[in-house]
């Protein structure tokens, strides 16, 4: 199995939301294989349509950063401007999309079919040499890509004909119709000139202006090939600080906000005019412990931090209700989560202080590491302190740059870090293997330095991974990554906290939002709005 570049990590921040590691993602098809996937029908009849009203998106990211200038300087997030090959549906599946169908003619070797009927906002068709250029651009673009797509950044897309192009994987890589399933790998015209910043997409969406750091600008694309356009105009606003976000939704001076704060989602229903609703995510929150560091090397005193902690009371308290409680450290929307398979820890406070007793430990302070920008994760930090404290161990925070810390946490620093992991595609498998295998990327660094790691329990666990990974088999892929995760979870490796759910909250106008797990892949061309 391929690794992936450790700058990797840095740029999985940058692919998700609100600082979830996101890439990979789920299913691999609406069947049971990955190896082959096809549709010939669209969401809605193609041809132009009657657009009616505007609305204004507040996100929390700047839809200008300066990572998208592979794409003329916009998001493919959220602005449904440009479009990738595969979709992710709600419930976690690929759906063909500038793709029809594809399948893999060989261990490295896979065949896409595109659409006939998809027309670029400059009037021109989606074409295998569109795909090729898109590849390559983001390939070359992004150091970090090939190892991500496992796809070189020279003489890995070959167009076949019109319409049907070639990619071949550096190694065999089962999951690479999920991984390209993800908004970051759009597609665009070759003819975009870049020194323009032009965004040359197929989405429902197009570009009429932008402000750096400010706002993006579109409108309806008569000429959508995937059914009629709901809204004339579409704009994206960054509003950075949570509390703003709602204050410019509750005054109207934006009708759809991103993540407002937990605190106020009550109020957002509540009113009579706005609303908020809350989506399960393929994200989750869990506190992760350093199997190979003295105490915690002690699987006793594992078990026992797994009984004391609350879960429930961390979501309804913690995180004013935004979230399910956790079994497992997968998201319950990954078909392989094994949510349902996993040991019950508690809380049993009696079982954790019994466990401590029969454990290593004699008293010395556990270091908890928390990342600065994890949302909420001090005040989870003092709640799995004062839980520790009721059980005899003692828990000393420490709140940290995200550099610092993920340094630190690699080189084994901590006893205890406290992390959220995520997906903003269609394959989670790096998941399970960056977490828990040897040679992923949290264990890689003490594996090879000290012959351990953090996270991860052995050479079973390995195995198991290394089949799920290279089985396309979507069945097979469960089991194999179920029998891991339940292993990691009778070694105590990790604390289950929550299931991640994120917030849109809208104007009493608004209808008709189409929010999808991972937030990214909203769908805006559905929406009604009575302005």
């Not at 999985?12 to 600082?19: E, K, P, S, V």
């Not at 994890?374 to 995200?402: H, K, P, R, T, Y």
């Not at 390995?462 to 469960?478: H, M, R, S, V, W």
């Amino acid at each position: 199995m391929s690794k992936h570049p450790k700058t990797r990590r840095d740029w999985l921040r940058i692919l998700g939301a609100t600082g979830v590691i996101g890439l990979a993602g789920c299913t691999g098809g609406n069947g049971n294989n990955e190896q082959s996937q096809q549709s010939n029908s669209n969401d809605g009849s193609s041809g132009q349509g009657s657009h009616k009203g505007s609305t204004t998106v507040a996100l929390a990211t700047d839809p200008t950063d300066g990572t998208w200038k592979v794409y003329g300087g916009v998001t493919p997030y959220y602005t449904n401007i440009l479009e990738p090959l595969i979709w992710v549906t709600d419930d976690m599946k690929l759906k063909p999309w500038l793709a029809t169908e594809w399948e893999a003619t060989g261990e490295k070797t896979w065949e896409f079919t595109l659409r006939d009927d998809v027309t670029f906002h400059n009037g021109e068709l989606l074409t295998a040499e569109a795909v090729k250029f898109s590849f390559e651009a983001i390939l070359n673009e992004w150091s970090w890509a090939p190892g991500w797509v496992h796809l070189e950044p020279k003489n890995s897309v070959k167009v076949l004909d019109e319409h049907t192009v070639e990619f071949t994987t550096t190694d065999p890589f089962p999951s690479f119709p999920g991984t390209i399933a993800h908004n970051m790998i759009a597609i665009q015209h070759p003819s975009r000139d870049r020194k323009k910043n032009e965004v040359i997409g197929t989405g429902p969406f197009q570009v009429t202006n932008r402000k750096n750091k400010q706002f993006v600008e579109t409108k309806a694309f008569d000429d959508y090939w995937n059914g009629d356009v709901g809204l004339s105009s579409l704009t994206f606003q960054v509003i950075s600080d949570p509390n703003t976000r709602a204050l410019a939704l509750k005054d109207h001076e934006v009708d759809i906000a991103y993540e407002p704060p937990k605190s106020q989602l009550k109020n957002l229903k509540n009113s009579e005019k706005t609303n908020a609703i809350t989506q399960l995510s393929p994200g989750a929150g869990a506190a992760r412990l350093n199997m190979y560091k003295s105490p915690t090397d002690d699987v006793k005193l594992r078990k026992a931090l797994n009984y004391a902690v609350p879960q429930k009371l961390i979501v309804d308290e913690v995180l004013n209700g935004v979230g399910v409680p956790a079994k497992g450290p997968i998201a319950k929307s990954i078909y392989w989560s094994a949510h349902d398979k996993l040991p019950n820890y508690g809380p049993n406070m009696d079982k954790a202080k019994s466990l401590v007793k029969e454990s290593k430990y004699s008293g010395q302070k556990l270091k908890m590491l928390v990342g600065k920008d994890m949302v909420d994760g001090n005040l989870i930090a003092q709640v799995l302190q004062q839980q520790f404290d009721q059980i005899g161990v003692s828990i000393e925070i420490q709140i940290m740059e995200e550099s610092a810390f993920d340094d630190a946490v690699r080189n084994g620093k901590a006893h205890i870090e406290l992390n959220e992991s995520g997906t903003n595609s269609g394959a989670a498998d790096y998941l399970i293997y960056e977490s828990f295998h040897s040679e992923g990327d949290m264990n890689e660094r003490l594996k090879e330095k000290e012959g351990t790691g953090l996270y991860n329990p052995g050479k079973k666990v390995d195995n198991l991974i290394e089949k799920g990974f290279q089985t396309a088999n979507k069945q097979k892929k469960g089991r194999h990554y179920e029998e891991a995760l339940q292993i990691v979870m009778s070694q105590a490796a990790v604390i289950p906290l929550y299931y991640g759910e994120y917030i849109v909250g809208t104007y009493n106008d608004v209808e008709s939002l189409d929010l999808r797990p991972i937030p990214e892949m909203v769908q805006w061309s559905g929406l009604k709005h009575g302005n």
